[in-house]
């Protein structure tokens, strides 16, 4: 994953001097709202799409939803450091890769712990008959 998000970022360095205006055209391309994040986020998560699709082509299970919506955090807050720090963005992608596990792993048992309530409703109503 590490790679294919520097390589991705990489893709960006010809053309980073015309990026913030391009982010800018983006967020405000909603005729909604003045200013609509939603055309940047769906940008950071196609790339994410296509890194974790490059990765791991098969997975079809929920880590890997969880997974691309943290590599989608990810690329994004690293190519809006690129903006102000080209030159450190690499090392902040790496930093923000190392850390990303954490994040991973509070989803996990966020999504356990949901489960775990559902069941026991499940259970309370099978018990009064209603399922």
Request: hydrophobic share 45%; net charge negative.
């Amino acid at each position: 994953m590490r790679d294919v998000l520097h390589a991705r970022l990489r893709m960006n360095e010809p053309v980073l001097e015309h990026l913030p205006e391009a982010l800018a055209l983006l967020a405000t391309s909603s005729s909604i709202l003045p200013l609509d994040p939603s055309p940047v986020l769906a940008h950071a998560a196609r790339v994410a799409d296509q890194a974790c699709w490059i990765v791991e082509p098969h997975a079809k299970e929920m880590a890997w939803y969880t997974r691309r919506a943290t590599v989608s955090g990810i690329y994004l807050a690293a190519e809006l450091h690129q903006l102000t720090s080209p030159n450190t963005a690499a090392y902040f992608l790496d930093g923000l890769l190392e850390h990303s596990g954490a994040a991973e792993e509070a989803v996990r048992e966020v999504s356990l712990y949901g489960s775990y309530i559902l069941n026991g409703w499940k259970g309370i109503a099978k018990s009064r008959g209603l399922l």
